[in-house]
């Protein structure tokens, strides 16, 4: 657990860094989401799973 005095430092330092991982990802989206459908076009189960649980949303369990 973070000491008081700490908590609004590190509370700045997890946005900053969730901020990059964001703007990396956003960057990259396209070769990202190209690779996977080319994937899913070959026939991998995962891929094809991954992309219909995106668009779609995950199945309900009953």
Do not use: F
Not at 25 to 41: F, S, T
């Amino acid at each position: 657990m973070w000491p008081a005095c700490c908590g609004a430092a590190h509370t700045i330092q997890a946005e900053a860094g969730k901020a990059a991982l964001i703007a990396a990802y956003l960057k990259n989206i396209k070769p990202i989401n190209d690779a996977l459908i080319k994937k899913a076009k070959k026939g991998d189960i995962q891929a094809i799973r991954e992309l219909h649980d995106r668009v779609y949303g995950k199945a309900h369990q009953s």
